[in-house]
Structure formats: structure tokens, C-alpha cells
């Protein structure tokens, strides 16, 4: 996707109008695992009577007035904090499906045991019991759950740590909730995406609409280059042990049902590390394409040390008339 020169945000939804008409100021915190998208915005409320009620939800789409725009999904505010001299409202606002009320209890901690089942149906108990429609990538939706304990923690952060282990990533988005493989190119919504490249033109300097900047973290670098995962051998009565990679090795400290499971966890944890092992942090021209769990390909414009495909972790989206439409990306590095 061409990125443009006049950058468009526009909301839909409740109060629409209002946000459209007086809005100076804006972000989108786009996240992985559990911590919740987020909006924050800053109004212009002088000569309005009283503090406008916002309820209901925000819709939200950024993009270019020559490229179009990018659904980015919908919020509920949480916070409104009037400012006097001069008259503003600063609002904060959460992924539609986390607002306080939280009926459904999808942050309420739970103890359960699940198994024998597959990662695609215990992914789909749990998220449908919350309303939301589930999208499962197929390499992931068969893998064997032969037991698992959820204990003391709350559906989200028990999905999060489930994906975790088998090296995939989850995200709602809306009324859909998603698992999908880590470091695929998959949209919230479900639908393929391309990967987002990046690259530095030659006069990358301060001041300039395409300015690139860039820091490189390389001391959390692992030091492991294999895992061992132990399984309990019931007919032999004994505790065996699954190594994938070479030595040295990180031991997990959880014990699976049989030699699949444990091969399954072990071969995700050592992706997980090799994908994990370079921090990236990027501030760029806004690109309402780059979202958490997305794709980023830096191209032969970059560094040698830091070309390559990255997983997008987090990233911020501004709107502001200093600065203009910028994106701030957090990514870790991906094995080929």
C-alpha cells in the first residue's frame, strides 16, 4: 500500500460528529497479548454546554486522502478528563469488548481443568462463551490438549498463555477473536495481508514527510539454542524427556501427557526464543496498515543487521498538527 501525503482519521459510531468536528488530538495503541487496544483522544469543548455523555461506541479509521483508510476497530471510553484554560476534554477509550461493565466476566479469574481436546476447540469454548466468533488458523486447530489446568487467572490471560505455548498469537478484534500462527501476515479480521515493508530513502533526515528512525536492542539475544520438555510415560511408569534443537538448552519446567504434546510445546518455545531474541523499536510515517502481530519486512534500504522480517508486537499510531501522522513500532525479531 503507497502511503499518501494527507493523512485522514476519521470515527464513526456514537457521537461521530462531535469527534470529527473538534478533535486536535489523537492515539491508537495497538497491543499484543493481553494488554487492551487503546484510544486517547483530545477535543476542543469551548463553547459547548456541560461535558458531552459519549456513550455507546467509537468506530475508528485512519489512512491517506490518496490511498484510502483502514478500519482499526471499535471502542468504548472509560475515562473523560475535562482540562479548563483552554476548555478540553481528554478521553480514553478501550477495545469495545473490555469496557468496565465487563458483563460476560471475560477478566474474571477462573480455576478449571480442560482435556482431552484440541487447541481450536478449547480456544473456541472460551472465547464464545464471551459472544464472540471464533477464527482458528488451520495448522493450529488440531494440536493435542491432552490435560491443562486454568488456575486462578481469567479467561483472557489463560487464552494468552495457551497461544503462548504453541508459539501462536490471539487478538480480538470486534465481534471476532482470532488465533493465528506468530509472525503471520494475518489481519484482526481474519482476511491475509500482505507483509508491511519499509525503507529508508537516501535524504532520511529530520524534518522530512518520510523520515525514519530506528534502535536496535540486542541484549536480550538468547543464549539458548535448543528446549527439553518432559512427559509423563504412564506405561512405563516414568518420566521421559523431548529435546528439539541443539545444546545449550532451556529446560521448561512444565510436564506434558505424552511425547506429542511435549514436542509440540518444545518446538514453540524454541521458535518463541529465536523470534524473541532481537528487539526492534521504529518511529516512521504513519502506515494504518502496521498492527500488533503483523508482518514488517525491512528491505536491502536498511542495515544488513537489521534487514529482514520482524513480528510487530506493539505499535502507537499519533495524529497531531506538529507532527503530523507517525507510527511507533515495537518488533522482535523473526527466524527465517
Known amino acids: 500500500m503507497a502511503q499518501g501525503f494527507t493523512p485522514i482519521v476519521e470515527f464513526y459510531g456514537a457521537n461521530a460528529a462531535l469527534l470529527n468536528q473538534r ?12 494488554e487492551t487496544d487503546r484510544l486517547e483522544l483530545t477535543l476542543n469543548i469551548e463553547g459547548l454546554e ?10 475508528l479509521r485512519v489512512g491517506y486522502q490518496e490511498t484510502g483508510l483502514v478500519e482499526k476497530g471499535e471502542f468504548v471510553v472509560t475515562q473523560r478528563t475535562p482540562v479548563l484554560f483552554p476548555m478540553r476534554l481528554m478521553i480514553v477509550a478501550t ?10 466476566g471475560y477478566r474474571q479469574r477462573r480455576s478449571a ?24 488458523a488451520p495448522a493450529l486447530d488440531g494440536i493435542a490438549i491432552a490435560h491443562i489446568d486454568q488456575s486462578n487467572e481469567s479467561d483472557m490471560a489463560f487464552i494468552t498463555r495457551l497461544a503462548k505455548r504453541y508459539n501462536a498469537v490471539t487478538k480480538p478484534f470486534n465481534e471476532l477473536y482470532v488465533l493465528a500462527e506468530a509472525g503471520q501476515a494475518k489481519s484482526l479480521s481474519g482476511q491475509l495481508l500482505p507483509p508491511v515493508k519499509l525503507s529508508v530513502t ?16 540486542e541484549k536480550s539475544r538468547s543464549k539458548y539454542m535448543g528446549s527439553r520438555v518432559s512427559w509423563w510415560d504412564a506405561a512405563a511408569g516414568k518420566q521421559r524427556v523431548v529435546q528439539v534443537g541443539i545444546a545449550p538448552f532451556k529446560t ?3 510436564r506434558c501427557q505424552n511425547e506429542a504434546e511435549a514436542r509440540a510445546v518444545a518446538e514453540g518455545e524454541l521458535r518463541r526464543v529465536g ?8 518511529d516512521c510515517p504513519g502506515n494504518p496498515l502496521l498492527a500488533a502481530e503483523g508482518l514488517l519486512v525491512l528491505d536491502e534500504t536498511w542495515p544488513s543487521y537489521m534487514q529482514g522480517r520482524w513480528s510487530i508486537t506493539k505499535v502507537t499510531h499519533v495524529g497531531d498538527p506538529a507532527t503530523g501522522y507517525r507510527s511507533s513500532i515495537m518488533a522482535a525479531g523473526l527466524a527465517s
Open 275 to 282: 523470534r524473541e531474541g532481537l528487539k526492534l523499536q521504529i
Open 95 to 104: 477495545a469495545a469488548p473490555f469496557s468496565e461493565v465487563d458483563k460476560s
Open 252 to 254: 521448561l519446567r512444565q
Open 113 to 136: 481443568s480442560h482435556g482431552p481436546t484440541t487447541l481450536g476447540a478449547l480456544f473456541r469454548q472460551l472465547v464464545s462463551r464471551h459472544g464472540f466468533s471464533p477464527r482458528v
Open 202 to 217: 537516501e535524504d532520511n533526515r529530520p524534518g522530512e514527510h518520510a523520515f525514519i528512525t530506528a534502535k536496535l536492542d
Open 23 to 34: 478533535l486536535m488530538h489523537w492515539s491508537h495503541t495497538d497491543a499484543a497479548g493481553i
Open 50 to 59: 456541560g461535558l458531552p455523555s459519549l456513550s455507546g461506541k467509537i468506530g
